[in-house]
Protein backbone atom coordinates (compact mmCIF):
# COMPACT_ATOMS: atom_id res chain seq x y z
CA UNK A 1 0.00 0.00 0.00
CA UNK A 2 3.12 2.17 0.81
CA UNK A 3 4.74 1.59 -2.56
CA UNK A 4 1.54 2.37 -4.47
CA UNK A 5 0.96 6.38 -2.29
CA UNK A 6 4.44 6.83 -2.98
CA UNK A 7 4.23 5.91 -6.74
CA UNK A 8 0.62 8.36 -6.85
CA UNK A 9 3.27 11.37 -4.57
CA UNK A 10 6.16 11.26 -7.19
CA UNK A 11 2.56 11.41 -10.10
CA UNK A 12 1.13 14.40 -8.76
CA UNK A 13 4.66 16.04 -7.77
CA UNK A 14 5.74 15.67 -11.57
CA UNK A 15 2.44 16.73 -13.20
CA UNK A 16 2.69 19.85 -10.71
CA UNK A 17 6.22 20.45 -10.45
CA UNK A 18 7.59 20.60 -14.37
CA UNK A 19 10.79 21.57 -13.76
CA UNK A 20 12.67 18.46 -12.11
CA UNK A 21 11.12 14.70 -12.45
CA UNK A 22 11.58 12.82 -9.40
CA UNK A 23 12.62 9.30 -9.10
CA UNK A 24 13.52 6.32 -7.60
CA UNK A 25 13.43 2.13 -7.25
CA UNK A 26 9.83 2.04 -6.84
CA UNK A 27 8.89 3.85 -10.68
CA UNK A 28 7.95 1.52 -12.75
CA UNK A 29 7.25 3.42 -15.84
CA UNK A 30 7.00 7.20 -15.18
CA UNK A 31 4.51 8.67 -17.72
CA UNK A 32 2.35 11.80 -17.99
CA UNK A 33 4.97 14.83 -17.37
CA UNK A 34 5.94 17.90 -18.57
CA UNK A 35 9.63 19.08 -20.71
CA UNK A 36 10.92 22.17 -21.31
CA UNK A 37 11.84 22.50 -25.25
CA UNK A 38 13.23 25.01 -27.70
CA UNK A 39 12.86 25.10 -31.46
CA UNK A 40 16.17 24.86 -33.51
CA UNK A 41 14.79 27.10 -36.59
CA UNK A 42 18.15 27.19 -37.96
CA UNK A 43 19.23 24.43 -37.37
CA UNK A 44 22.89 25.59 -35.96
CA UNK A 45 22.50 25.40 -32.25
CA UNK A 46 25.23 22.75 -30.42
CA UNK A 47 25.49 21.89 -26.83
CA UNK A 48 27.52 25.12 -25.55
CA UNK A 49 24.60 27.42 -27.19
CA UNK A 50 21.68 25.07 -25.84
CA UNK A 51 23.18 25.08 -22.11
CA UNK A 52 23.02 28.94 -21.97
CA UNK A 53 19.10 29.17 -23.32
CA UNK A 54 16.31 29.19 -20.98
CA UNK A 55 13.77 26.67 -22.02
CA UNK A 56 10.39 28.80 -21.45
CA UNK A 57 8.05 26.36 -23.48
CA UNK A 58 6.90 23.38 -21.96
CA UNK A 59 5.42 20.22 -23.99
CA UNK A 60 3.63 17.03 -22.68
CA UNK A 61 6.12 14.25 -22.37
CA UNK A 62 3.86 12.82 -25.06
CA UNK A 63 4.31 15.34 -28.16
CA UNK A 64 3.19 16.14 -31.76
CA UNK A 65 5.26 19.09 -33.40
CA UNK A 66 3.98 18.01 -37.23
CA UNK A 67 5.98 17.93 -40.39
CA UNK A 68 8.76 20.45 -39.68
CA UNK A 69 12.22 20.74 -41.29
CA UNK A 70 14.42 22.12 -37.78
CA UNK A 71 15.33 19.78 -34.85
CA UNK A 72 13.89 20.22 -31.70
CA UNK A 73 16.18 20.32 -28.08
CA UNK A 74 14.42 19.25 -24.72
CA UNK A 75 15.62 19.56 -21.26
CA UNK A 76 14.91 17.60 -18.74
CA UNK A 77 16.35 17.75 -15.18
CA UNK A 78 16.12 14.19 -13.62
CA UNK A 79 16.35 13.79 -10.17
CA UNK A 80 17.32 10.43 -7.95
CA UNK A 81 14.84 10.64 -5.14
CA UNK A 82 16.53 7.41 -3.50
CA UNK A 83 19.58 6.83 -1.02
CA UNK A 84 20.36 3.89 -3.13
CA UNK A 85 21.90 4.51 -6.82
CA UNK A 86 19.41 3.91 -10.12
CA UNK A 87 19.74 3.35 -13.47
CA UNK A 88 16.94 4.03 -15.52
CA UNK A 89 15.67 4.00 -19.53
CA UNK A 90 15.34 7.08 -20.97
CA UNK A 91 13.04 6.19 -24.35
CA UNK A 92 11.74 7.71 -27.31
CA UNK A 93 8.94 5.68 -28.13
CA UNK A 94 8.96 6.25 -32.11
CA UNK A 95 11.64 4.51 -34.36
CA UNK A 96 11.67 6.94 -37.55
CA UNK A 97 13.36 9.90 -36.09
CA UNK A 98 16.32 10.19 -38.45
CA UNK A 99 19.04 11.40 -35.62
CA UNK A 100 18.56 11.66 -31.97
CA UNK A 101 21.76 12.94 -29.81
CA UNK A 102 21.45 12.62 -25.82
CA UNK A 103 24.12 15.11 -24.26
CA UNK A 104 24.09 15.18 -20.60
CA UNK A 105 27.42 16.64 -18.19
CA UNK A 106 28.55 14.49 -15.31
CA UNK A 107 31.51 15.26 -13.04
CA UNK A 108 32.76 17.55 -15.85
CA UNK A 109 32.28 15.43 -17.99
CA UNK A 110 30.10 15.43 -21.38
CA UNK A 111 28.41 12.46 -22.91
CA UNK A 112 27.06 12.68 -25.98
CA UNK A 113 25.07 9.41 -27.37
CA UNK A 114 23.91 9.50 -30.97
CA UNK A 115 21.47 7.58 -32.53
CA UNK A 116 20.02 8.28 -36.16
CA UNK A 117 17.71 6.36 -38.71
CA UNK A 118 21.11 4.73 -40.31
CA UNK A 119 22.39 2.83 -36.99
CA UNK A 120 22.39 -0.62 -36.59
CA UNK A 121 20.37 -1.42 -33.93
CA UNK A 122 23.06 -4.08 -32.60
CA UNK A 123 25.18 -1.28 -32.03
CA UNK A 124 23.06 1.44 -30.62
CA UNK A 125 23.32 1.41 -26.32
CA UNK A 126 20.67 0.09 -26.14
CA UNK A 127 19.28 -2.74 -29.11
CA UNK A 128 15.64 -1.42 -29.30
CA UNK A 129 14.50 0.10 -32.61
CA UNK A 130 13.48 3.49 -30.80
CA UNK A 131 15.84 5.36 -29.23
CA UNK A 132 16.69 4.40 -25.72
CA UNK A 133 19.27 5.21 -23.42
CA UNK A 134 20.79 4.21 -20.03
CA UNK A 135 21.38 7.27 -17.27
CA UNK A 136 22.89 6.56 -13.95
CA UNK A 137 22.12 7.89 -10.99
CA UNK A 138 23.91 8.26 -7.94
CA UNK A 139 21.63 8.63 -4.58
CA UNK A 140 20.18 11.89 -4.22
CA UNK A 141 21.67 12.75 -7.80
CA UNK A 142 20.01 15.68 -10.03
CA UNK A 143 20.59 15.56 -13.96
CA UNK A 144 20.13 17.78 -16.46
CA UNK A 145 20.15 15.87 -20.17
CA UNK A 146 19.19 17.49 -23.24
CA UNK A 147 17.73 15.53 -26.35
CA UNK A 148 18.08 17.07 -29.62
CA UNK A 149 15.58 15.16 -31.95
CA UNK A 150 15.07 15.44 -35.65
CA UNK A 151 12.59 13.80 -38.05
CA UNK A 152 12.03 13.71 -41.70
CA UNK A 153 8.68 12.22 -41.20
CA UNK A 154 6.39 13.61 -38.83
CA UNK A 155 8.20 14.68 -35.40
CA UNK A 156 5.82 13.16 -32.48
CA UNK A 157 6.85 10.77 -29.63
CA UNK A 158 6.19 9.74 -26.41
CA UNK A 159 9.52 10.50 -24.08
CA UNK A 160 9.20 7.43 -21.32
CA UNK A 161 11.40 6.91 -18.15
CA UNK A 162 11.42 3.30 -17.46
CA UNK A 163 13.76 1.81 -14.33
CA UNK A 164 16.14 -0.43 -15.77
CA UNK A 165 14.56 -3.33 -13.65
CA UNK A 166 11.29 -3.35 -15.78
CA UNK A 167 12.67 -2.03 -18.69
CA UNK A 168 12.81 -5.76 -20.66
CA UNK A 169 9.40 -6.61 -19.55
CA UNK A 170 7.75 -3.65 -20.97
CA UNK A 171 9.73 -4.00 -24.18
CA UNK A 172 8.68 -7.53 -24.96
CA UNK A 173 4.94 -6.64 -23.56
CA UNK A 174 5.01 -3.86 -25.96
CA UNK A 175 6.40 -6.19 -29.25
CA UNK A 176 3.91 -9.03 -27.90
CA UNK A 177 1.16 -7.18 -28.82
CA UNK A 178 2.12 -6.05 -32.25
CA UNK A 179 3.51 -9.85 -33.34
CA UNK A 180 -0.07 -10.85 -32.28
CA UNK A 181 -1.92 -8.07 -34.82
CA UNK A 182 0.75 -9.14 -37.61
CA UNK A 183 0.26 -12.81 -36.99
CA UNK A 184 -3.62 -12.34 -37.72
CA UNK A 185 -2.80 -9.97 -40.66
CA UNK A 186 -0.39 -12.72 -42.66
CA UNK A 187 -3.16 -15.09 -41.77
CA UNK A 188 -5.77 -13.04 -43.13
CA UNK A 189 -3.49 -12.12 -46.03
CA UNK A 190 -2.75 -15.74 -46.86
CA UNK A 191 -6.26 -17.02 -46.71
CA UNK A 192 -7.43 -14.34 -49.25
CA UNK A 193 -4.84 -14.78 -51.26
CA UNK A 194 -5.09 -18.71 -51.21
CA UNK A 195 -9.31 -18.01 -51.99
CA UNK A 196 -7.89 -15.80 -55.12
CA UNK A 197 -5.66 -18.68 -56.76
CA UNK A 198 -9.00 -20.82 -55.89
CA UNK A 199 -12.05 -18.70 -57.11
CA UNK A 200 -9.74 -16.31 -59.57
CA UNK A 201 -11.81 -13.57 -58.43
CA UNK A 202 -9.50 -10.47 -58.32
CA UNK A 203 -11.14 -8.83 -54.91
CA UNK A 204 -9.10 -11.09 -53.17
CA UNK A 205 -5.93 -10.51 -54.60
CA UNK A 206 -6.73 -7.11 -54.05
CA UNK A 207 -7.49 -7.35 -50.29
CA UNK A 208 -4.29 -9.61 -50.05
CA UNK A 209 -1.98 -6.25 -51.71
CA UNK A 210 -3.90 -4.38 -49.52
CA UNK A 211 -3.68 -6.27 -46.22
CA UNK A 212 0.02 -7.29 -46.78
CA UNK A 213 1.23 -3.54 -47.60
CA UNK A 214 -0.84 -1.90 -44.81
CA UNK A 215 0.95 -4.82 -42.66
CA UNK A 216 4.34 -4.29 -43.81
CA UNK A 217 3.81 -0.46 -43.44
CA UNK A 218 2.95 -1.14 -39.67
CA UNK A 219 6.07 -3.06 -39.27
CA UNK A 220 8.35 0.15 -40.20
CA UNK A 221 5.59 2.23 -38.48
CA UNK A 222 5.56 0.25 -34.67
CA UNK A 223 9.45 -0.38 -35.68
CA UNK A 224 9.31 -4.19 -35.43
CA UNK A 225 10.72 -4.42 -38.93
CA UNK A 226 14.01 -2.35 -37.77
CA UNK A 227 14.74 -5.94 -36.15
CA UNK A 228 15.07 -7.74 -40.13
CA UNK A 229 15.54 -5.29 -42.58
CA UNK A 230 18.79 -2.82 -42.47
CA UNK A 231 17.77 0.49 -40.96
CA UNK A 232 19.33 2.57 -44.11
CA UNK A 233 16.24 1.57 -46.44
CA UNK A 234 13.74 2.07 -43.71
CA UNK A 235 12.52 5.30 -45.07
CA UNK A 236 12.79 4.79 -48.70
CA UNK A 237 10.19 1.66 -47.70
CA UNK A 238 7.61 3.53 -46.44
CA UNK A 239 6.29 3.47 -50.28
CA UNK A 240 4.51 0.65 -49.59
CA UNK A 241 1.80 3.13 -47.62
CA UNK A 242 0.27 4.61 -51.26
CA UNK A 243 0.77 1.32 -52.64
CA UNK A 244 -1.86 -0.07 -49.56
CA UNK A 245 -4.03 2.62 -50.94
CA UNK A 246 -3.70 1.82 -54.54
CA UNK A 247 -4.99 -1.61 -54.23
CA UNK A 248 -7.44 -0.04 -51.03
CA UNK A 249 -9.40 1.44 -54.03
CA UNK A 250 -9.29 -1.27 -56.41
CA UNK A 251 -10.95 -3.39 -53.76
CA UNK A 252 -13.08 -0.92 -52.94
CA UNK A 253 -13.96 -0.32 -56.44
CA UNK A 254 -14.65 -4.05 -57.11
CA UNK A 255 -16.22 -4.89 -53.59
CA UNK A 256 -18.85 -2.15 -53.93
CA UNK A 257 -19.30 -2.09 -58.13
CA UNK A 258 -18.75 1.21 -57.97
CA UNK A 259 -18.24 1.00 -62.19
CA UNK A 260 -21.38 0.00 -62.92
CA UNK A 261 -23.52 1.87 -59.95
CA UNK A 262 -21.42 5.40 -59.77
CA UNK A 263 -19.25 5.62 -63.47
CA UNK A 264 -18.35 8.81 -62.85
CA UNK A 265 -17.25 8.68 -59.35
CA UNK A 266 -15.24 5.46 -60.54
CA UNK A 267 -13.42 7.27 -63.38
CA UNK A 268 -12.51 10.19 -60.44
CA UNK A 269 -11.40 7.58 -58.21
CA UNK A 270 -9.19 6.11 -60.49
CA UNK A 271 -7.59 9.13 -61.16
CA UNK A 272 -6.24 8.75 -57.82
CA UNK A 273 -4.59 6.03 -58.60
CA UNK A 274 -1.86 7.78 -60.90
CA UNK A 275 -1.37 10.43 -57.71
CA UNK A 276 -0.70 7.59 -55.57
CA UNK A 277 1.73 5.38 -58.04
CA UNK A 278 3.76 8.76 -58.25
CA UNK A 279 3.97 8.95 -54.41
CA UNK A 280 5.28 5.40 -54.53
CA UNK A 281 8.55 6.89 -56.58
CA UNK A 282 8.15 9.99 -54.33
CA UNK A 283 8.00 8.71 -50.69
CA UNK A 284 11.52 7.30 -50.88
CA UNK A 285 13.45 10.48 -51.95
CA UNK A 286 11.17 12.90 -49.74
CA UNK A 287 9.39 11.30 -47.11
CA UNK A 288 8.12 14.47 -45.56
CA UNK A 289 6.51 15.89 -48.41
CA UNK A 290 4.51 13.08 -49.67
CA UNK A 291 3.35 11.88 -46.40
CA UNK A 292 2.01 15.18 -45.74
CA UNK A 293 0.26 14.41 -49.61
CA UNK A 294 -0.30 11.18 -48.58
CA UNK A 295 -2.62 12.26 -45.88
CA UNK A 296 -4.78 14.17 -47.65
CA UNK A 297 -5.39 11.88 -49.85
CA UNK A 298 -5.62 9.35 -48.03
CA UNK A 299 -7.96 11.38 -45.77
CA UNK A 300 -10.49 12.07 -48.76
CA UNK A 301 -10.33 8.74 -50.22
CA UNK A 302 -11.87 7.52 -47.01
CA UNK A 303 -13.98 10.18 -46.50
CA UNK A 304 -15.63 9.23 -50.41
CA UNK A 305 -15.57 5.81 -50.03
CA UNK A 306 -17.16 6.37 -46.33
CA UNK A 307 -20.32 8.40 -48.10
CA UNK A 308 -20.16 5.93 -51.72
CA UNK A 309 -20.81 2.97 -48.78
CA UNK A 310 -23.74 4.73 -46.89
CA UNK A 311 -25.40 5.60 -49.90
CA UNK A 312 -25.49 1.90 -51.28
CA UNK A 313 -26.56 0.74 -47.48
CA UNK A 314 -29.41 2.94 -48.67
CA UNK A 315 -30.17 0.89 -51.69
CA UNK A 316 -29.82 -2.13 -49.69
CA UNK A 317 -26.65 -3.24 -50.25
CA UNK A 318 -25.52 -5.83 -47.82
CA UNK A 319 -21.69 -5.57 -48.36
CA UNK A 320 -22.24 -2.02 -48.56
CA UNK A 321 -23.24 -1.95 -44.85
CA UNK A 322 -20.65 -3.60 -43.34
CA UNK A 323 -17.99 -2.00 -45.55
CA UNK A 324 -19.18 0.88 -44.46
CA UNK A 325 -18.35 -0.07 -40.51
CA UNK A 326 -15.17 -1.07 -41.73
CA UNK A 327 -13.90 2.11 -43.04
CA UNK A 328 -16.29 4.27 -40.70
CA UNK A 329 -13.67 2.82 -37.84
CA UNK A 330 -10.74 2.95 -39.73
CA UNK A 331 -11.36 6.76 -41.13
CA UNK A 332 -12.30 7.96 -37.38
CA UNK A 333 -9.01 6.59 -36.40
CA UNK A 334 -6.59 7.01 -38.78
CA UNK A 335 -7.70 10.59 -39.33
CA UNK A 336 -7.02 11.22 -35.58
CA UNK A 337 -3.94 9.80 -35.69
CA UNK A 338 -3.46 11.58 -39.56
CA UNK A 339 -4.40 15.16 -37.55
CA UNK A 340 -1.88 13.78 -34.84
CA UNK A 341 0.82 13.78 -36.87
CA UNK A 342 0.26 17.10 -38.37
CA UNK A 343 0.03 18.73 -35.21
CA UNK A 344 -3.32 19.62 -34.72
CA UNK A 345 -4.56 17.17 -32.26
CA UNK A 346 -2.26 16.36 -29.03
CA UNK A 347 -0.05 13.06 -28.89
CA UNK A 348 -2.00 10.63 -26.47
CA UNK A 349 -2.61 6.85 -26.15
CA UNK A 350 -6.00 7.19 -27.72
CA UNK A 351 -5.58 9.22 -31.04
CA UNK A 352 -1.52 7.52 -31.32
CA UNK A 353 -2.61 4.01 -30.96
CA UNK A 354 -6.21 4.00 -31.75
CA UNK A 355 -5.74 2.97 -35.31
CA UNK A 356 -4.04 0.08 -34.86
CA UNK A 357 -7.31 -1.35 -33.52
CA UNK A 358 -9.10 0.59 -35.54
CA UNK A 359 -7.32 -0.95 -38.78
CA UNK A 360 -7.14 -4.20 -37.33
CA UNK A 361 -11.45 -4.26 -36.86
CA UNK A 362 -10.81 -2.34 -40.34
CA UNK A 363 -9.44 -5.39 -42.27
CA UNK A 364 -10.92 -8.17 -40.09
CA UNK A 365 -14.48 -7.14 -41.39
CA UNK A 366 -13.07 -6.91 -44.96
CA UNK A 367 -12.40 -10.10 -44.85
CA UNK A 368 -15.45 -10.69 -43.67
CA UNK A 369 -17.09 -9.33 -46.68
CA UNK A 370 -14.95 -11.45 -48.79
CA UNK A 371 -15.63 -14.33 -46.76
CA UNK A 372 -19.52 -13.12 -47.10
CA UNK A 373 -18.69 -12.97 -51.03
CA UNK A 374 -17.97 -16.38 -51.31
CA UNK A 375 -22.14 -17.21 -51.20
CA UNK A 376 -22.31 -13.93 -53.42
CA UNK A 377 -20.19 -15.77 -55.77
CA UNK A 378 -21.96 -19.29 -56.08
CA UNK A 379 -25.41 -17.84 -55.89
CA UNK A 380 -24.27 -15.53 -58.57
CA UNK A 381 -22.66 -18.51 -60.61
CA UNK A 382 -25.79 -20.63 -59.74
CA UNK A 383 -28.19 -17.21 -61.48
CA UNK A 384 -25.89 -17.22 -64.69
CA UNK A 385 -25.87 -20.98 -64.82
CA UNK A 386 -29.53 -21.54 -64.71
CA UNK A 387 -29.59 -18.06 -66.86
CA UNK A 388 -27.88 -19.51 -69.11
CA UNK A 389 -29.72 -22.59 -69.07
CA UNK A 390 -32.52 -21.30 -69.73
CA UNK A 391 -31.53 -19.45 -72.90
CA UNK A 392 -30.13 -22.34 -74.17
CA UNK A 393 -33.04 -24.30 -73.64
CA UNK A 394 -34.86 -21.15 -75.55
CA UNK A 395 -32.51 -21.44 -78.56
CA UNK A 396 -33.01 -25.61 -78.12
CA UNK A 397 -36.74 -25.28 -78.20
CA UNK A 398 -36.98 -22.40 -81.38
CA UNK A 399 -34.20 -24.72 -83.09
CA UNK A 400 -36.62 -27.76 -82.63
CA UNK A 401 -39.64 -26.02 -83.67
CA UNK A 402 -37.82 -24.90 -86.78
CA UNK A 403 -36.27 -28.19 -87.49
CA UNK A 404 -39.85 -29.24 -87.08
CA UNK A 405 -41.32 -27.28 -89.29
CA UNK A 406 -38.93 -28.58 -91.60
CA UNK A 407 -39.47 -31.55 -90.85
CA UNK A 408 -42.84 -31.30 -91.65
CA UNK A 409 -42.09 -29.17 -94.99
CA UNK A 410 -39.82 -32.26 -96.06
CA UNK A 411 -42.50 -34.69 -95.18
CA UNK A 412 -45.24 -33.04 -97.26
CA UNK A 413 -42.55 -32.53 -99.83
CA UNK A 414 -41.75 -36.58 -99.77
CA UNK A 415 -45.22 -37.33 -99.95
CA UNK A 416 -45.65 -35.05 -102.79
CA UNK A 417 -42.95 -37.00 -104.63
CA UNK A 418 -43.88 -40.69 -103.58
CA UNK A 419 -47.72 -39.61 -104.93
CA UNK A 420 -46.08 -38.17 -108.29
CA UNK A 421 -43.44 -41.45 -108.26
CA UNK A 422 -46.61 -43.99 -107.84
CA UNK A 423 -48.62 -42.26 -110.52
CA UNK A 424 -45.58 -42.71 -112.72
CA UNK A 425 -45.41 -46.00 -112.21
CA UNK A 426 -48.83 -46.80 -113.23
CA UNK A 427 -48.18 -44.46 -116.21
CA UNK A 428 -45.64 -46.57 -117.40
CA UNK A 429 -47.50 -50.15 -116.81
CA UNK A 430 -50.13 -48.95 -118.30
CA UNK A 431 -48.17 -48.02 -121.69
CA UNK A 432 -46.31 -51.42 -121.41
CA UNK A 433 -48.93 -53.63 -121.11
CA UNK A 434 -50.42 -51.75 -123.93
CA UNK A 435 -47.07 -52.56 -125.94
CA UNK A 436 -47.30 -56.09 -124.70
CA UNK A 437 -50.25 -56.97 -126.89
CA UNK A 438 -48.94 -55.42 -129.82
CA UNK A 439 -45.84 -57.47 -129.52
CA UNK A 440 -45.91 -60.94 -131.35
CA UNK A 441 -42.16 -62.40 -130.04
CA UNK A 442 -42.60 -64.32 -126.78
CA UNK A 443 -39.23 -62.90 -125.67
CA UNK A 444 -39.58 -59.34 -126.39
CA UNK A 445 -42.86 -60.12 -123.92
CA UNK A 446 -41.16 -62.11 -121.40
CA UNK A 447 -38.62 -58.63 -121.58
CA UNK A 448 -41.62 -56.00 -120.69
CA UNK A 449 -43.84 -58.49 -118.72
CA UNK A 450 -40.10 -58.26 -116.40
CA UNK A 451 -40.36 -54.88 -116.41
CA UNK A 452 -44.03 -54.35 -115.57
CA UNK A 453 -43.43 -56.80 -112.53
CA UNK A 454 -40.30 -55.13 -111.59
CA UNK A 455 -42.74 -51.30 -112.05
CA UNK A 456 -45.41 -53.57 -110.00
CA UNK A 457 -43.53 -54.02 -107.18
CA UNK A 458 -41.63 -50.81 -106.81
CA UNK A 459 -44.64 -49.20 -106.70
CA UNK A 460 -46.02 -51.35 -104.18
CA UNK A 461 -42.96 -51.07 -101.87
CA UNK A 462 -43.31 -47.04 -102.03
CA UNK A 463 -47.13 -47.73 -101.23
CA UNK A 464 -46.23 -49.64 -98.35
CA UNK A 465 -43.61 -48.06 -97.23
CA UNK A 466 -43.41 -44.68 -97.44
CA UNK A 467 -46.96 -44.30 -96.13
CA UNK A 468 -45.86 -45.01 -93.03
CA UNK A 469 -44.83 -43.37 -89.81
CA UNK A 470 -41.07 -43.09 -89.04
CA UNK A 471 -42.15 -43.39 -85.15
CA UNK A 472 -44.64 -46.25 -85.98
CA UNK A 473 -44.18 -49.93 -84.69
CA UNK A 474 -44.81 -52.09 -87.41
CA UNK A 475 -45.72 -55.91 -87.57
CA UNK A 476 -43.22 -57.28 -90.10
CA UNK A 477 -45.05 -60.34 -90.76
CA UNK A 478 -47.86 -59.02 -92.20
CA UNK A 479 -46.28 -56.06 -93.47
CA UNK A 480 -43.88 -58.85 -96.22
CA UNK A 481 -46.75 -61.17 -96.05
CA UNK A 482 -48.82 -58.59 -97.95
CA UNK A 483 -45.54 -57.53 -99.87
CA UNK A 484 -44.72 -61.32 -101.44
CA UNK A 485 -48.53 -61.49 -102.15
CA UNK A 486 -48.17 -58.50 -104.23
CA UNK A 487 -44.70 -59.45 -106.26
CA UNK A 488 -45.82 -63.17 -106.56
CA UNK A 489 -46.33 -63.72 -110.19
CA UNK A 490 -47.84 -67.28 -112.02
CA UNK A 491 -44.08 -67.89 -112.90
CA UNK A 492 -42.99 -66.52 -109.69
CA UNK A 493 -43.69 -68.57 -106.37
CA UNK A 494 -42.85 -67.03 -102.68
CA UNK A 495 -42.75 -68.84 -99.86
CA UNK A 496 -42.35 -67.21 -96.51
CA UNK A 497 -41.76 -68.45 -92.97
CA UNK A 498 -41.62 -65.00 -90.74
CA UNK A 499 -41.73 -64.94 -87.43
CA UNK A 500 -44.14 -62.40 -85.75
CA UNK A 501 -41.97 -59.29 -85.03
CA UNK A 502 -42.38 -56.04 -84.36
CA UNK A 503 -39.73 -53.40 -85.50
CA UNK A 504 -39.57 -49.76 -85.66
CA UNK A 505 -41.18 -48.57 -89.35
CA UNK A 506 -37.69 -46.79 -90.34
CA UNK A 507 -35.84 -50.34 -90.16
CA UNK A 508 -38.87 -52.20 -91.74
CA UNK A 509 -38.80 -49.64 -94.69
CA UNK A 510 -34.99 -50.54 -94.71
CA UNK A 511 -35.59 -54.39 -94.44
CA UNK A 512 -38.63 -53.83 -97.22
CA UNK A 513 -36.53 -52.39 -99.69
CA UNK A 514 -33.64 -54.71 -99.07
CA UNK A 515 -36.27 -57.43 -99.95
CA UNK A 516 -37.37 -55.98 -102.95
CA UNK A 517 -33.67 -55.49 -104.28
CA UNK A 518 -32.99 -59.34 -103.74
CA UNK A 519 -36.72 -60.57 -105.12
CA UNK A 520 -35.99 -58.55 -108.08
CA UNK A 521 -32.20 -60.10 -108.64
CA UNK A 522 -33.86 -63.27 -108.31
CA UNK A 523 -36.11 -62.64 -110.93
CA UNK A 524 -33.67 -60.74 -113.05
CA UNK A 525 -31.65 -64.03 -112.89
CA UNK A 526 -33.99 -66.64 -113.40
CA UNK A 527 -34.77 -68.86 -116.12
CA UNK A 528 -38.16 -67.36 -117.96
CA UNK A 529 -39.10 -70.97 -118.98
CA UNK A 530 -39.18 -72.17 -115.80
CA UNK A 531 -41.09 -70.97 -112.46
CA UNK A 532 -38.92 -68.85 -110.46
CA UNK A 533 -39.33 -70.18 -106.09
CA UNK A 534 -38.17 -67.97 -103.40
CA UNK A 535 -37.88 -69.09 -99.92
CA UNK A 536 -37.69 -65.74 -97.74
CA UNK A 537 -37.55 -66.45 -93.52
CA UNK A 538 -37.23 -63.98 -91.25
CA UNK A 539 -36.63 -64.20 -87.65
CA UNK A 540 -35.10 -62.94 -84.49
CA UNK A 541 -33.03 -64.04 -81.58
CA UNK A 542 -32.91 -61.91 -79.03
CA UNK A 543 -31.78 -58.85 -80.48
CA UNK A 544 -30.49 -60.36 -83.51
CA UNK A 545 -32.90 -60.31 -86.56
CA UNK A 546 -32.05 -63.35 -89.20
CA UNK A 547 -32.96 -63.05 -93.26
CA UNK A 548 -32.03 -65.79 -94.83
CA UNK A 549 -33.09 -65.65 -98.97
CA UNK A 550 -32.43 -68.19 -101.63
CA UNK A 551 -33.89 -68.98 -105.14
CA UNK A 552 -33.83 -72.32 -107.04
CA UNK A 553 -32.27 -69.81 -110.01
CA UNK A 554 -28.90 -71.37 -111.89
CA UNK A 555 -27.73 -68.59 -113.73
CA UNK A 556 -26.45 -67.20 -110.36
CA UNK A 557 -23.47 -69.93 -110.70
CA UNK A 558 -22.41 -67.95 -113.67
CA UNK A 559 -22.96 -64.79 -112.97
CA UNK A 560 -20.01 -62.67 -111.53
CA UNK A 561 -22.12 -60.67 -108.70
CA UNK A 562 -19.77 -58.27 -107.38
CA UNK A 563 -20.02 -56.75 -110.81
CA UNK A 564 -23.61 -56.13 -111.46
CA UNK A 565 -25.96 -53.64 -109.69
CA UNK A 566 -27.87 -56.05 -108.16
CA UNK A 567 -25.31 -56.72 -105.36
CA UNK A 568 -24.06 -53.44 -104.91
CA UNK A 569 -27.45 -52.11 -103.81
CA UNK A 570 -27.79 -55.47 -101.19
CA UNK A 571 -24.79 -54.46 -99.47
CA UNK A 572 -26.14 -50.32 -99.78
CA UNK A 573 -29.12 -51.07 -98.41
CA UNK A 574 -27.79 -53.62 -95.39
CA UNK A 575 -25.06 -50.99 -94.46
CA UNK A 576 -27.84 -49.26 -92.83
CA UNK A 577 -28.36 -51.51 -90.18
CA UNK A 578 -26.71 -52.09 -86.95
CA UNK A 579 -23.77 -54.28 -86.92
CA UNK A 580 -24.95 -56.24 -90.28
CA UNK A 581 -23.09 -59.54 -91.44
CA UNK A 582 -23.81 -60.56 -95.21
CA UNK A 583 -23.10 -63.89 -96.39
CA UNK A 584 -23.50 -65.02 -99.72
CA UNK A 585 -23.75 -69.08 -100.92
CA UNK A 586 -23.60 -69.55 -104.81
CA UNK A 587 -23.26 -73.10 -105.03
CA UNK A 588 -26.56 -74.43 -105.60
CA UNK A 589 -28.50 -71.06 -105.65
CA UNK A 590 -28.72 -67.16 -104.97
CA UNK A 591 -28.27 -68.25 -101.04
CA UNK A 592 -28.23 -64.94 -98.49
CA UNK A 593 -27.82 -65.13 -94.61
CA UNK A 594 -27.70 -61.23 -93.21
CA UNK A 595 -27.95 -60.39 -89.62
CA UNK A 596 -28.13 -57.50 -88.05
CA UNK A 597 -28.46 -55.77 -84.65
CA UNK A 598 -31.78 -54.07 -83.12
CA UNK A 599 -32.08 -52.16 -79.93
CA UNK A 600 -35.55 -52.25 -78.04
Known sequence: MIKFIIIFFFF???????????????????????????????????????????????????????????????KLNLHNDSNKENTFILALEEPFF????LIYEKNNEIHEINNSINDNILDRQQPNPNSHFKILLEPNETLTVYLKVRSLFSTFAEILIYNDKYYNFSSKKF?????????????????????????????????FGYSLNFGFWMGLFSGILYYYIPIKYIYHLHFCAPLALVFLILFSNRILNIKSSYPIMYKILNLNLVFLLILVFWIPFDIAIGFTLLNIISTYLFFTYFILSFILILKKSTIAKYYFIAIGIFLITISLLSLMTI??????????????????????????????????????YQYKLEEEILKQTKNINEQNETLKNLLKEKEEHLKEIFHRIKNNFQILIA????????????????????????????????DMLYNQNNNETINVKEFFTKLCFHLSLPSIHIKSLIDDIYLNSKITKDLGLLVNELITNSIKHSNHKEICEIYLNISQKENIIILEYKDNGENIKKTTNKEGYGTFFIE?????????????????????????????
Not at 98 to 101: A, E, F, L, R, V
Not at 178 to 201: H, P
Not at 439 to 458: G, H, P, R, V
Not at 582 to 593: A, E, G, P, T, W
Open 431 to 462: MLSLEINKEDSNYTKNKLENIIIKLKSMSIVY
Open 12 to 74: IQNFLFSQTIFLNQDVYELDKFQISYFKDINSSLDYNEIKKIDFTEKVSNRFTFGYIDYPIWF
Open 175 to 207: YFIYFIYFGAIVTMALYNLFLFLYLKEVSYFYY
Open 98 to 101: DSIK
Open 343 to 380: GILPNNVYFRYLFVAGSFIELVMLSLILAFKINLIQKE
Open 572 to 600: EFSSKFNNCTINLDKNDSFHYHINFEVTN
